[in-house]
Antibody, heavy 123, light 107 residues
Framework: EVQLVESGGGLAQPGRSLRLSCAAS????????MHWVRQVPGKGLEWVSGISWDSKSLDYVDSVKGRFTISRDNAKNSLYLQMTSLRPEDTAFYFC????????????????WGHGTLVTVSS | SYVVTQPPSVSVAPGQTATIACGGN??????VHWYQQKPGQAPVLVVHDDSDRPSGIPERFSGSNSGSTATLNISRVEAGDEADYYCQVWDLNSDHVFGGGTKLTVL
């Protein structure tokens, strides 16, 4: 059974940093691209960032470019999101999602999701 | 940027068919994926690549995509189908794009 467990969320002041982690199990982690998707409570889904199986291809939504960094450690079956210069508008649940494909070419879809971790940015 | 539009809400009586639309410029040329999200839960993939169902998803869930509109149909609607439904596409310039979501209410 595929399991994705996010951690690292919490309360952060504007301008500070947080690092999210996603522990994966139940599938061959190094055979899948991975993503972060966020959701403001009560609002819709927004794709944040994605990374290919080998970390060679990655991308971000414009609103986080230059502030967030996605990475992965295939040896540890883990996905990360380093968030810096946090803004109140970054407040959301952050979901880790597994891509159905290995390569980051847009041909995949999000076939499994974690339960999310809440990030609150407030002074 | 590529924009995907969904109606905010759809209501249907039990046993009837719910139809949820997802509009976008020439969306018929893209692969559309659909996710179901119940309150307090993670999204679940219900249809991928316009009309394919993942294992474990009932045959009552079906999809189609043509022209400027993709559609998710849920036949013989049950109370347990009440949820938010999101369509999603990939666009070369906009990357992964979600529709705003449709709240399905079972009357």
């Amino acid at each position: 059974e595929v399991q994705l467990v996010e951690s690292g969320g919490g309360l952060a002041q504007p301008g500070r940093s947080l690092r999210l982690s996603c522990a994966a199990s139940g599938f061959s982690f190094n055979d899948c691209a991975m993503h972060w998707v966020r959701q403001v409570p009560g609002k819709g889904l927004e794709w944040v960032s994605g990374i290919s199986w080998d970390s060679k291809s990655l991308d971000y939504v414009d609103s986080v470019k230059g502030r967030f960094t996605i990475s992965r450690d295939n040896a540890k079956n883990s996905l990360y999101l380093q968030m810096t210069s946090l803004r109140p508008e970054d407040t959301a649940f952050y979901f880790c999602a597994k891509d159905s494909q290995k390569y980051y070419d847009g041909s995949g879809y999000f076939d499994s999701w974690g339960h999310g971790t809440l990030v609150t940015v407030s002074s | 940027s590529y924009v995907v539009t969904q109606p905010p809400s759809v209501s249907v009586a039990p046993g009837q068919t719910a139809t949820i639309a997802c509009g976008g410029n020439n969306i018929g040329s893209k692969s559309v994926h659909w996710y179901q999200q119940k309150p307090g839960q993670a999204p679940v993939l219900v249809v991928h690549d316009d009309s394919d169902r993942p294992s474990g998803i009932p045959e009552r869930f079906s999809g189609s995509n043509s022209g400027s509109t993709a559609t998710l149909n849920i036949s013989r609607v049950e109370a347990g189908d009440e949820a938010d439904y999101y369509c999603q596409v990939w666009d070369l310039n906009s990357d992964h794009v979600f529709g705003g979501g449709t709240k399905l209410t079972v009357l």
